[in-house]
């Protein structure tokens, strides 16, 4: 579900996305929704996947959720007045890994 979030707000034309011009904060809405993306993978592939360690539940958490933000900034490229961004792109990276140690912390307190 969180992933469909993501998309519709990726290819949101341009003229209807809200003003985020306070600041860096389009940057920070990435990182945070980065963030909740990799904390829900982390969970999902460890309680779900019971043969997946902890090492291999990350690894595949950088992998999708990493190049999940970097696809969705190449997408922007086809959408009417939307470009991909570097910056974007980094704070998306960024949030993945933050979320991943949110996740890892979560699931060694239990």
């Known amino acids: 579900m969180w992933v469909a979030v993501i998309l519709f ?31 829900l993978l982390m969970r999902s592939f460890y309680y779900d996947y019971s043969s997946l360690t902890l090492a291999r539940s990350s690894f ?8 999940y933000g970097i696809v969705m900034e190449l997408v922007q490229h086809f959408v009417p007045g ?9 704070a998306n990276i960024t ?10 912390v979560v699931i060694w307190r239990k």
């Open 60 to 67: 595949f958490t950088l992998i999708l959720g990493g190049g």
């Open 95 to 104: 949030g993945v890994f933050v979320g991943l140690i949110l996740g890892k």
């Open 82 to 90: 939307r470009c991909p961004s570097m910056g974007d792109a980094v």
């Open 9 to 39: 707000f990726a290819v949101l034309p341009y003229r209807k996305l809200p003003a985020l011009t306070v600041g860096h904060f389009d940057k920070v809405a990435h990182f945070f929704e980065y963030a909740i993306l990799s904390a």
